[in-house]
């Protein structure tokens, strides 16, 4: 075979690797993994799940959700921003990433990422065991207010963690110290809440939906949600602004990101298509039976809602005393 | 009722009924497999469990464990060698019991007591865990922490082998379990930077690594041939049984009785529950003398106990978390994956789903009974499976479940090292099981401890005050002094000796 020498060989495959940028397919032409930094089950699942599915039927190419677990979120959120940015590994971010890295956790931050669509919040809620001697969040919080600091215990999270964070901007929106009412932590909500039941813990500060199964075993009593209005799902429950005239809200956001220097086309096609979905009905129907708050944000918008929120996050981290370094 | 009702169309649905054949027929194989344990068994389903829903995945462990258990009293009889260390406590009395020419007799009484003990074990999960649940609803993080001491204790306290080997491995394995982000002050330890690491030793490669890989390992390097299969023909098996049920009834129901309280108990399962009915048989028998020589009376108990212990070791494990066995310890894993988080509250959430596991239980038991004499009759076939195509087919199992576990290499390089740990402490006769059991309990008994006394602000008299945290404490302290005592009063003549 003489014709086949080492130079028409390179020049053969120099042009074969050239072709395909030319006649390249539009993206998405293969399958798109969409990493979770939760546990399959979870709220965050269920959302990039429903998202997922969404994206899929709107890009016609199949769109795999993957559970990278544990680390309080960090390796998910690591695996999302060290992929390669073409396209075809996104992930759900969620309101850890502008916290942990105030706690020394990790480098990650939000400008670690191509932002592309913020799609839910939800606000933290105040809630008491069924049994509990307080009727409603006025007399919760007169009696809080009233004994000495660490008689009251709460819980709801890890150390630090976003519902941690709400009692203690409540605790300092009431004019009394973040650690007035001691944080108990708990490997997430639903352990939270069966301490709450079992009354191991006074309050528990962690959204609605999440405490929605002790409340329907009528275990658990919902008296507020810290958040500007009330949730429809649970239109019986007021927020503080118009019991305690607390203008305090907060709360757990999820969105979708690429690694950062995602190419502009890219992320601009992924946007559009996230935008559709947030818009289909199945998805609105999904969030508001499940109780999860919807929220929009397009990618610029996302990119200055994470700024501030991370922001706001290092202030009340720094002023709880969770803040390291 | 409601969800009763919807558990039986949850369970008779022909994808759920096909699973559950198949895993049947996949338990009986594993089992009757010498080396293949009934751990392996779970462990080997755990990727394909992945893709199912909840009730088929959980059906399908739990078909496939009942079926093992019983199956490895085959090669127990025919070639002496257990299939599961289930077996293992009676071996040699079933193999006196085939040279006698009784095989037929032995396998009849290995299958129906298997059975009888396997349902008997199921009335009791399904009397004790939901009322065991109603109680555990009013737990907090003291009861849980003494939860977890009793149990950390169980797993020493029943190893068979030596107190200090057993503890070597327990505090190897809380020592792995504080790897990753701590619990409750949320700070990373023994990462060394590593962001894989952070997830801390997921538990799910470990076993598959401790069971799987390091049972591979031993077979690679132990060059016996495995495959001369000198039985007798297998003629009717359930000749005979009548009078053995008459005369051994009462031995029946007390193998099954240890098995039960055997299964429930956290870090000792169906083998443990085997050697103890057995060893309480010969010392409670008229005969004792005939034991050994091929006697039916101590097979009668501990078939019965080690069946009976499968169903009650799911007790604990789905109302506290805490496994009953190295079984349910990745039951547990794959219930977190399916959103059935173990504890009281899986009872109110979703009890269609644990009434559809009680009744994959029952269907399990009663299709081990053809199942059963059709793997007996054809024993011959599957004892001559090549170990050369099967070791391999396993640990390609292996590496798919582990790396579904933590979807990265990370799972998979995890397994291979613990598969490798886990043989060179077998090869020093250091149990297994009590490392796993502090790998899967060190975050609680850490997380309540340190809940408890943020909680306490330090006082440790809270850890008495809740009437039952204080009984189950003062129990814990009790069983401790005890192995305390024995320890000091052992020790002098261990040292003279």
Redesign the interface.
């Known amino acids: 075979m003489p014709c086949l020498t080492r130079r028409t060989l390179l020049a053969a495959s120099g042009a074969a690797l050239a072709t395909p940028a030319l006649a390249q397919p539009r993206y998405p032409n293969r399958p798109i993994q969409l990493i979770v930094p939760w ?4 709220g965050t699942d269920a959302t990039a799940r429903i998202v997922g599915t969404l994206l899929e039927r709107d890009l016609g190419q199949p769109v795999n959700v ?7 979120g ?2 998910g959120h ?2 999302i921003a060290t992929a390669a940015p073409d396209g075809y590994t996104i992930g759900m971010i969620t309101v850890e990433i502008a916290m942990m890295h105030w ?1 020394g ?2 480098e990650l931050r939000p400008t670690s990422y191509t932002p592309l669509a913020l799609m839910n919040q939800d606000p933290p809620g105040v809630t008491v065991a069924q049994n509990s001697p307080h009727a409603d969040i006025r007399a919760l919080a007169q009696a809080i207010r009233e004994r000495p600091a ?1 008689t009251f ?1 709460a819980s709801g999270t ?4 976003i519902w941690h964070l709400a009692l203690v901007g409540w605790l300092q929106a009431m004019g009394l110290r973040g650690d007035h009412v ?6 997430g909500a ?2 939270a809440m ?2 709450l ?5 006074d309050l528990v500060t962690c959204s609605i939906p999440e405490a929605r ?2 409340i329907d ?1 009528n ?1 658990a009593r919902a008296l507020a949600i810290m958040a500007p209005e009330r949730n429809p799902l649970f239109a019986n429950v007021p927020t503080l602004n118009e019991t305690l005239g607390i203008r305090y809200s907060t709360g757990a956001w999820r969105g979708i990101a690429g690694p950062r220097n995602l190419p502009p086309e890219i992320a601009n096609t992924l946007s559009a298509a996230l935008k559709r979905a947030y818009d289909n009905r199945e998805f609105q129907e999904f969030m508001s039976s499940r109780g999860f708050g919807t929220v929009w944000g397009d990618a610029a918008q996302f990119a200055s809602f994470m700024a501030e929120a991370d922001r706001a996050m290092g202030e009340a981290m720094r002023g709880a005393g969770l803040a390291r370094g | 009722m409601d969800a009763l009702i919807q558990a039986f169309g949850l369970v008779f649905d022909p994808f759920v009924l096909a699973v559950i054949a198949v895993s049947a027929v996949f338990g009986m194989f594993v089992g009757a497999m010498p080396g293949l344990t009934a751990t392996m068994a779970t462990a080997l389903l755990v990727p394909v469990t992945f893709f199912m829903p909840p009730v088929p995945a959980l059906g399908a462990i739990v078909t496939a464990t009942a079926m093992a258990i019983f199956a490895g009293d085959i090669p127990a009889a025919m070639l002496r060698m257990p299939g599961t260390p289930a077996s293992a406590a009676y071996a040699d009395e079933s193999y006196e019991m085939t040279k006698k020419g009784q095989l037929n007799l032995n396998m009849g009484v290995n299958l129906v007591f298997s059975v009888a003990g396997g349902l008997i074990g199921v009335a009791v999960l399904i009397a004790a865990a939901p009322l065991l649940a109603e109680v555990a ?7 849980y922490f003494w939860l977890a001491c009793l149990g950390l204790t169980c797993a020493v306290f029943l190893t068979n082998a030596d107190a200090v080997k057993g503890f070597l491995s327990l505090f190897l394995g809380l020592l792995l379990a504080t790897v ?2 701590d ?6 330890r023994f990462t060394f930077g590593e ?2 690491l ?3 030793i ?1 538990f799910i490669p470990t076993m598959i690594g401790m069971f799987a890989v390091s049972e591979l390992l031993r077979n690679a390097v132990s060059v016996r041939d495995a495959g001369h299969v000198v039985v007798q023909q297998v003629g009717n098996i359930f000749r005979g049984l009548g009078a053995v049920f008459r005369r051994y009834w009462l031995n029946f129901l007390r193998g099954s009785a240890i098995g039960t309280v055997i299964g429930a108990l956290p870090g000792a399962g169906a083998d443990i529950a085997a050697w103890i009915s057995y060893a309480v048989s010969k010392r409670f028998s008229r005969e004792p003398q005939k034991f050994g020589t091929g006697h039916v009376e101590g097979v009668v108990d501990a078939t019965s106990a080690n069946n009976s212990a499968i169903g009650s070791a799911w007790i604990p494990a789905l109302v506290f978390g805490i496994p009953g066995d190295s079984i349910t310890a990745i039951v547990i894993g794959v219930l ?4 059935m ?1 173990p ?3 899986v009872f ?2 979703n009890p269609q789903l644990i009434y559809a596991v009680f009744l994959i239980f029952i269907l399990a038991n009663l299709i081990m009974l053809p199942l059963g004499w059709a793997a007996i009759k054809s024993a011959r076939q599957i004892l001559r499976t090549p170990r050369n195509l099967l070791l391999p087919v396993i640990l390609l199992f292996c590496i798919v479940g582990s790396f579904a576990m ?3 290499l990370y799972g998979v390089a995890l397994m291979l090292v613990m598969g490798l740990l886990g043989w060179f402490l077998e090869q020093h006769g250091i149990p297994v099981a009590p490392l796993i059991l502090g790998l899967v309990l060190g ?1 609680m008994l850490e ?1 309540t401890f ?2 408890s006394m ?2 306490a ?1 330090g006082a440790v008299l809270a850890f008495f005050e809740r009437p039952i945290a204080g009984a189950l404490g003062v129990l814990t302290l009790l069983i401790w002094a005890t192995m305390l005592v024995r320890a000091a009063t052992h020790r002098p003549a261990a040292i003279a000796a």
């Not at chain 1, 890890?158 to 963690?161: A, H, I, N, S, V």
């Not at chain 2, 609803?137 to 009861?143: A, C, G, H």
């Open positions: 546990g399959a089950g979870g993957v559970n990278r677990t544990g680390g309080s960090v390796v690591s695996a706690q956790l990790t660490g215990r890890g150390q630090g963690g001691r944080w108990v932590p708990s490997n639903a352990p069966q301490e039941a079992a009354g191991g813990v199964a002790m075993a275990r | 609803i009013n737990f907090s993080s003291f009861e990753g982000i619990p409750s002050a949320g700070f990373p962001v894989e952070m997830q801390g997921n977190y994956m399916k959103n988080n504890g009281p509250m109110t959430e933590t979807n990265s975050e997380q340190v809940q943020i909680k602000d």
